[in-house]
Structure formats: C-alpha cells, structure tokens
C-alpha cells in the first residue's frame, strides 16, 4: 500500500479546516480503488485564531473513524490528520517547507485550505503521474474574481521574469501539485532561507504534466495576500532567480560613463574653438538629478541582493515549531 500525503498550509483558516477535510475525503473511494492510504498534514501558520483547535478535533474524529472501521491495530501510526504548529507566522513557503519535511508519503500533494485547489481533481493528478510523469502540477486557466490590476500586474510579472531568469516560471500556476518522492527529496534539498516555490519547483526540473482548471473562489474569509505583499513577493521571485538586475545596473553605468565622456569632449572643444562658455546650470542640475537617480537606483539593486545574501548567511531556521501532533 502506497501513502499519499497531503500538505495544508494554514493561516487563519479556521471556518475552512473542517470543510477542506470533508471534501478531502470524498476521495475515499478513490483511494481504496488506487490501494492508496493518505496522511493530511495541517500546518498552522501561526494563526490568530482557532485553526489548531479545529484541526485537533479532527484529529481526535479520524482516529475515532479508524477504530470503528477497521479491527486491526493502527497504533500511532493511525493518526492520519496530523498538526505542525509554528510559534508565530512565517508564512506559506514556510509552512510548505515544513509539510514536506514531515510529509512520509510516496505521493506529496500541497493544497490551499481555501479550497480553492479542488481535491477533486486528484485522482486526475494521479492518473498523470500513473502514466509516468514526475509531478502533476495545476495552472488556473482563468483569474475570474481577482482585482483587474492585480491581474494586469501578476501577467507584467511573469512576462518579466520570464525573461530575466533561465528557470520557467509558468503564468497561473497555482502550489497545488501532486508530486513523486523524489521530486519532493529534490525541493527538499534545496533549503535556501528566501524560498519562491514556483521557481523551486520549475528549477528541481523532472516531467511534469500541466493541468488548467478553472479559477475557483476561496470559501470562507479572506485572502492572506494584499497587493504590497504580493509585490515583495514578486520582487523575491525576481533576486531569487535572476541577477539580471546586477546587469542592468552595470550596463547603465557603462552607458552613462560613455555619454558623459563624449560630453566632455564637447564642452571642451566648444570652449577651445568657438569660445563658448557653455552658459547655464538648470542643464547641469537636471542631469546631478538623472545621474544620481540612476546611480540610487543600480545602488538600490546590489542592496536587494546583499539583503537576501545577509539573510541566507545567517543561516536561520526557515521556521520555528511549536507543537505537533
Ligand atoms: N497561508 C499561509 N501563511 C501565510 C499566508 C497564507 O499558510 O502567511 C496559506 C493560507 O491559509 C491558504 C494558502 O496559504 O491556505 C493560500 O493563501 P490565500 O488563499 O490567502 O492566497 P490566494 O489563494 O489568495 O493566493
Ligand atoms: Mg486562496
């Protein structure tokens, strides 16, 4: 018998915990057919409110579900609902890290709580990676009830790092992927501190199979993601797999240094030849004003990497756990 481990990142979930659970196991059938057992590992995200509780009542329902069901032993090994508790919110590339490392599974699936990656498209994941394929991963093929500018924005984004980095980052793919064990050992080892799962999951390579499906709304609550959160995210994306900025900035200066030259060239064959005192300093200021911009700007670039580089010398834990179950 195969395991099948599930990894729900949670952050203030708690009105979703039960209702994920529930459509979770629709699959019953499915997973008897397949000969599948399944693990469900909630991580609690440092969440304000009661999503712990929830997922330990959960915890004390389906181990009660396997005694009445079945009559052999399932000691500890029965719990199929687990809980990871962080000790504040390190957020969700956090808390998938840490499913993943728990995750005993020869099948790894990260989904939403929000339900807005349907578990009924698993057994469809499956079928893909039945079929020899590493990692089923979905796409949404629409954004139907996003912010149009959120929108606009996240298509400029992916054209743009598309272009900037060698590692494929797919517009619209969504965490919800079903993966084999050795991709999942692959991201595993890659442990750096500013982690970006949709370019990790493009960069670890092996085959995967595309799936679309349609935008679907999350269920209950909101979305933990504002558009400034975003944008930082946006920027982590693009200094975690792209040092075309760092180029850029070089290339800017070379351009600005070339100009200038010429410049100089001018003025001084203007005042040697014709006499002209080149006369007016708004000129001059205007372009003190453009040159230290630029120069603020390539400055600001080589900070954005020292940043990441400052925090991924320090070398500190991706996440603190408080309680498992
Ligand atoms: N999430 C998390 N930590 C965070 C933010 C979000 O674990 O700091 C979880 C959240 O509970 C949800 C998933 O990540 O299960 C996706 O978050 P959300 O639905 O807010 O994002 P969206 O679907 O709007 O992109
Ligand atoms: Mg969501």
Known sequence: MKLLSAIVPCYNEEENVRYFYD?????????TEKDLDYELIYVDDGSADKTADEVKKLIAEDSRVHLISFSRNFGKEAARVHLISFSRNFGKEAAMYAGMKEAKGDYVAIMDADLQDPPSLLPELYGWLEQG?????????????????RSFFAHRFYHLINKMSQTEIVDGARDYR???RQVVDA???????????????????????????????RKHGKTKWSFWKLFGYAMDGITAFSTAP??????????????????????IVRKLI???????????????????????????????????TYLEVKNRPLYIIKEKL
């Open 274 to 308: 014709f006499g002209d005192p080149t006369s007016g300093w708004p000129s001059l200021v205007c372009i003190i004003f453009l040159v230290s911009g630029i120069q603020m700007l390539c400055l600001g670039a080589v900070g954005q990497y020292l940043e990441k």
């Open 23 to 31: 459509e979770f196991i629709k699959n019953k059938t499915f997973f």
């Open 178 to 180: 079903l993966m084999k």
């Open 187 to 217: 991201i595993l080892s890659l442990s750096e501190y500013n982690r970006f799962s949709k370019g990790i999951f493009g960069w670890v390579g092996f085959r995967t199979k595309w799936v679309e499906y349609e935008n679907i709304e």
């Open 246 to 267: 760092l180029k850029a900035a070089s290339i800017t200066g070379i351009i600005f240094c070339f100009v200038s030259f010429i410049m100089i060239i001018v003025t």
């Open 133 to 149: 394929y590493d990692t089923a991963a979905t796409r949404r093929s629409t954004r139907t009830g996003e912010p149009p500018v």
